[in-house]
């Protein structure tokens, strides 16, 4: 019945797209800002989401309900920058999370609550499975609130309108933390008490950073607990905090929000390093207070993602029994770039999480619908890599593509020796060493967004380091050569691989996304994750290339290398261009 179920929702979703002239979801010609620029040019991505154009940032209240996924976000509909008083919170449904439909806007500014912004918020799932949105409203004043949103219609599967209450807000600025250090509340969770819970981002004076719970039996009336969540005293204010129950370490099944029982993650945005970090702890669902299992500084902690990602968001996905994680990556070139575009900003994409077995880190992967979009395969066979050697992935489009790739390294005992002040900074590390300084071990990795005469590239690759009688991987991204225009912003981004890579013969994996602007890349399996943005000049004269390279003295062997090309999703753009529109939102008061 479940599966019919879905199939039905789909078919319904469809038939509305086709026929109903009236409907929410429609089409609507404007090219210009949909695919290309003037010259042509290929400038959306293929298969991360991104509204039709304008800006985005934050992923806002994911969630799967009946049979569809709902994604929502910050979106300014007037033009392509943050702008000012008029975020809202865009909404775009699907059935499979790689083709997304545009729908209105869910929330909007209407009311003196929300009067300069609809900002960041979370989405929760009640036990009669009806969904409630808590969200940070910019009031009239310019104090941040928080505030409660119900569907119109719960049983509606777009859910396309959304009512905000008159007693909105529903949690006003507390006098001890300033009028704009008060955002971002988390999705909802019950206590053994019966009372729901939400972690709400905050600077308390004289206090610092903090994640604040709030406990509530109806959604009305919240009491604040008198112990915070966490505090960061150093690392100043913190933002879209995520609380969420993981399985035992090696499994790969996802939980609903709760309280008692499994070890729990806390993740933090951190506003003074643009970076989102998560540890392992312990909940206490009766004090309401959270124990790392790790340093108590959040800036120590581990990132979910080393490069170009921020304002994560993850939901628990019922239809699949796994957790499931969004994060914002904006652009790293200029506003004027943005304007040419018409939009700017871009999602990853999804990534299932899990614990790892050694119980410290979590891992990530795509989510397995990704893979309906590879076509042409590619399987390239050749046994090793050569010092200074280069290897071209040939058959498939370098700017959209999907390469996995096995390496095994024949003599780990010839890695260089790792100093030790290299372990508290291998970003600069990675730029350091970057891929064309030759080492004993590696850089060895692939080569994407590449022009014929190599002149721009982007180098994913690991080096293996030497530190006593165990040997540490290091992984990076190096942007310096990813494009030769001037005002691009071009780091390294690097992190260590926390594996064993001896206890696991020599071995590791490397994954690596492609689309455009996007490369997203995967390490030891998801251990360590690496996003770029990247704007090289030679796509407007052809196409990229792809290559595999060692710049090691001694040979890679190459277990297996796979490269498939990316089909092109349909997110809120239809493939000859036009634009999935959405007209005015309805969000309403009463």
């Known amino acids: 019945m479940a599966r019919l179920s879905l199939a039905a929702c789909a078919v319904v979703f469809h038939l509305c797209l086709l026929i109903s002239s009236s409907a929410s979801l429609r089409w609507l010609s404007d090219k210009s800002a949909a695919v290309t620029t003037a010259g042509g040019v290929r400038t959306r991505s293929a298969y991360h989401f991104q509204p039709a154009k304008n800006w985005q940032n934050d992923p806002n209240g994911p969630m799967y309900h009946n049979g569809l996924y709902h994604f929502f976000y910050q979106y300014n509909p007037d033009g392509v920058t943050w702008g000012n008083g008029n975020l809202s919170w865009g909404h775009s449904v699907s059935v499979d999370l790689v083709n997304w439909f545009a729908l209105d806007a869910a929330l909007q500014p209407s009311r003196s609550f929300d009067a300069n912004g609809c900002w960041s918020g979370s989405a929760t799932i009640l036990p009669d499975g009806s969904p409630v949105m808590l969200y940070t409203g910019i009031d009239a004043r310019g104090d941040q609130v928080q505030n409660v949103a119900f569907p119109k219609n719960a049983s509606d599967p777009l859910l396309v309108e959304w009512v905000k209450p008159e007693y909105n807000p529903v949690i006003p600025v507390p006098a001890d933390i300033k009028r704009d250090d008060f955002r971002d509340p988390s999705t909802a969770w019950l206590g053994a008490d019966g009372l729901w819970r939400i972690a709400v981002a905050a600077r308390v004076h004289d206090v610092g950073g903090a994640t604040l719970i709030y406990r509530s039996k109806d959604f009305l009336r919240w009491e604040r607990n008198a112990d915070p969540l966490y505090l960061a005293h150093a690392a100043g204010m913190v933002e879209c905090p995520d609380l969420f129950p993981v399985s035992e370490p090696g499994v790969e099944v996802g939980l609903p929000a709760s309280g008692a029982g499994a070890r729990h993650v806390l993740k933090m945005s951190v506003m003074d390093t643009v970076q989102d970090y998560y540890v392992v702890g312990r909940y206490d669902d009766t004090a309401d207070t959270f124990v790392p299992e790790d340093d108590d500084d959040c800036r120590s902690w581990r990132r979910l993602d080393y490069g170009h990602v921020y ?110 002040n290299w372990l508290l900074d291998p970003q600069s590390l990675c730029g350091e060493k970057g891929a064309s300084v030759p080492g004993s071990v590696g850089p060895f990795g692939l080569l994407v967004m590449a022009s014929g005469d190599m002149q721009e590239h982007t180098a994913v690759f690991f080096r293996v380091f030497r530190q006593n009688d165990k040997y540490k991987v290091l992984m990076c991204t190096d942007l310096s050569r990813s494009s030769t225009r001037d005002g691009v912003y071009k780091p390294p ?66 277990s297996s290398l796979d490269a498939w090309e990316m089909a092109t999703a349909t997110v809120n753009v239809l493939p000859d261009g036009l634009i999935a529109a959405s007209s005015v939102g309805r969000a309403q008061a009463y």
Request: net charge negative.
């Open 493 to 558: 981004y690097g992190a260590f691989v926390d594996m064993d890579i001896e206890a696991h013969g020599g071995i590791i994996s490397l994954r690596t996304l492609v689309d455009h602007s996007v490369v997203e890349s995967f390490g030891g399996g998801g251990r360590t994750c690496i996003t770029a943005r990247v704007y090289p000049d030679h796509v407007v004269n052809g196409n990229s290339h792809l290559y595999v390279f060692n710049n090691g003295t001694g040979a890679v062997k190459v």
């Open 311 to 420: 304002a994560s968001k993850s939901f628990f996905d019922p239809s699949k029994n796994r957790r499931v994680l969004w994060g914002w990556a904006n652009e790293s070139d200029s506003v004027s770039d943005d304007l040419v575009r018409g939009w700017s900003g871009v999602q990853t994409v999804p990534r299932k999480i899990w614990l790892d077995e050694d119980g410290k880190q979590l891992r990530q992967w795509p989510v397995e619908e990704i893979e309906t979009l590879r076509s042409k395969r590619v399987n390239l066979l050749i046994p090793e890599v050569n010092a200074g050697g280069v290897n071209e992935i040939i058959g498939v489009m370098g700017t959209q593509a999907d390469v996995e790739v096995v390496f095994e390294v024949p003599a780990l005992e010839h890695a260089d020796v790792l100093e030790p």
